[in-house]
């Protein structure tokens, strides 16, 4: 059973610290002018020694669960275990020190890497070519998003194609990421069975359709059997499809979009690909597509003329770059990597297993819980805390972390009521998940004033979770209310 540490540690600037060293002006070559307006007399970071500074983050680290820690059934996250294996070589020198602007005859190993690591998405998605650019999976939406409308403006199309079609059972990013590219969004139900309402499906996707946008398995965890005949009703509309390939790890070796019929996929390789998901960490959300949407792709592209690497393919109808030079590499190598070691088998191996795990957790929790939709899930499923004298979701969730057992995503996704997101991956025991199940099966036997004032034993107790979301104060400065420096204002 996991406790956390609590310790009563001040922020990085708040530190007390000893006087170090100060650095003599005259040691510094060159003089960089440094305009007037950004210039500062200090840079509010006072004076800290190493030590401190090491013991500050130990001492986080020790008030942190993360996927070393423990089971981390967080939904949609996919937080398996990530095998050292990964970190070990993305920290080798040649990966680590290397810089984008060398020359490529010294980085041809980063080249051939990129490379491969394209070829082997590739078959993963059975996507025609792929971008390793984008930074997160919202990005990689965006970006999928942006060839659309590019797409459709070559074909004279894009004052008519103004729509993209997204269940109501999707990620937020999906809608969200249509607007930003332009879109209006339209949004399907799903029938009581938690797939797409298929004659509704038909509705919404005419001939304003650009895309019709989707996430299989759900995120409900199930699989869309009617995945065919939507993609060809889309394609015969002229709309194009876009696979939400954020979770993988329902179907990775065991089918590919490309067989569903989508034409554009984005990964997540900071989930299924051997970096976590969770506390907004670098990510990496590559995008594949069909040959007839190759050349709208970012550049650069690693191309390889059968003896060197190069870095310089520009697609023709690029739509420019969305992010700086090759995104994240440190994740790409770690993704590289992590399919090396398990190759095609361990892949598929490690779906079925992710299956199973997620099936044996859902047949437990239907026992004492609803678990709306259909019965057979894929790598995830979402139990419904509704019923006589059932605790809210959000009060099973405080209540397991303070017992020291990491709690699943929670109200989301957003058609079920009450939800509780449980993903438990291919790298959960049967222990812990038995040690899981039975937490939540004791939590609806206590009673409700148990709940009130949990979590009792952390550091951050009970939060005020509605004041949370309607007046955040994402930075320190607006926490403590000081006024923003006008020269800063004049700089930003
Ligand atoms: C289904 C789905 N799509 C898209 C995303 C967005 O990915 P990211 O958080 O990397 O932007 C997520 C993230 O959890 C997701 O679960």
Redesign the pocket.
């Known amino acids: 059973m996991y406790h956390q540490a609590v310790f009563d540690e001040p922020i990085i600037l708040d530190l007390k610290g000893r006087r170090t060293i100060k650095i003599p002006l005259e040691d510094v070559k060159f003089k960089i002018e440094v305009p007037e307006i950004m210039r500062r007399e200090s840079s509010g970071m006072g004076d800290r020694e190493e030590f401190s500074v090491i013991r500050h983050y130990v001492k986080l680290s020790e008030m942190n669960f993360g996927v070393d820690s423990g089971f981390y059934p967080l939904g949609?996250?996919t937080m398996k275990y990530n095998p050292k294996i990964n970190d070990e070589i993305a920290n080798l020198e040649g990966f680590r020190m290397i810089h984008p602007l060398q020359d490529t005859n010294e980085v041809q190993g980063a080249l051939r890497l990129l490379y491969e690591l394209t070829e082997s998405l590739k078959k993963i998605t059975g996507m025609d070519e792929i971008t390793l650019q984008p930074l997160?999976?919202?990005?990689?939406?965006f970006t999928g998003l942006s060839i659309v409308r590019e797409y459709f403006d070559c074909k004279k199309q894009c004052d008519t194609r103004t729509e993209v079609v997204v269940p109501d059972s999707?990620?937020g990013?999906?809608p969200a990421s249509s607007h930003m590219a332009g879109f209006e969004v339209v949004q399907i139900q799903s029938t009581p069975d938690g797939t797409v309402d298929i004659e509704k499906f038909k509705e919404a996707v005419t001939e304003k359709t650009a895309a019709f946008m989707i996430?299989n398995p759900n995120?409900l965890g199930i699989f869309e059997d009617k995945i065919v005949e939507m993609a060809n009703y889309a394609h015969s509309k002229g709309a194009l499809l876009y696979y939400?390939g954020?979770?993988l790890n329902g179907i990775m070796g065991k089918t590919t979009p490309a067989k569903m019929g989508f034409d554009i996929v984005h990964l997540?390789l900071?989930?299924t690909f051997s970096t976590p998901?969770g506390g907004g960490g670098p990510?990496s959300?590559p995008v594949g597509v069909v040959e007839k949407l190759k050349d709208f792709l970012p550049y650069p592209l690693v191309t390889f003329d059968g003896k060197n690497y190069h870095n310089d393919y520009v697609p023709p109808k690029t739509i420019g770059k969305v992010a700086s030079f090759y995104g994240n590499f440190g994740v790409l190598v770690r993704a590289w990597t992590y399919i090396k070691m398990m190759g095609e088998e361990g892949l598929r191996d490690a779906c079925e297993t992710a299956v199973l795990n997620s099936n044996y957790m859902r047949k437990k929790f239907q026992e004492f819980m609803p678990v709306p939709g259909k019965t057979i899930k894929k790598h995830e499923f979402v139990a419904s805390s509704v019923g006589a004298n059932m605790p809210k979701a959000g009060d099973i969730a405080k209540h397991l972390i303070d017992n020291g057992i990491h709690a699943p995503t929670i109200y989301f996704p957003l058609i079920v009521p009450e939800a509780l997101m449980i993903e438990p991956t291919e790298s959960a025991t049967k222990a812990e998940m038995d040690q899981f199940v039975e937490a939540v099966r004791q939590a609806l036997k206590l009673p409700h004033e148990t709940f009130e004032k949990e979590p009792l034993n952390l550091k951050v107790t009970r939060i005020d979770d509605v004041d949370a979301s309607k007046n955040p104060k994402p930075t320190l400065r607006l926490a403590r209310k000081e006024q923003r420096e006008p020269l800063q204002q004049q700089v930003i």
Not at 136 to 141: D, F, I, R, V, W
Request: hydrophobic content about 15%; some cysteine; charged content about 15%.
């Open positions: 949609s996250c997160a999976g919202a990005g990689g939406e999707a990620h990013s999906n996430t995120t939400d954020a979770n997540n900071h989930k998901h990510g959300g």
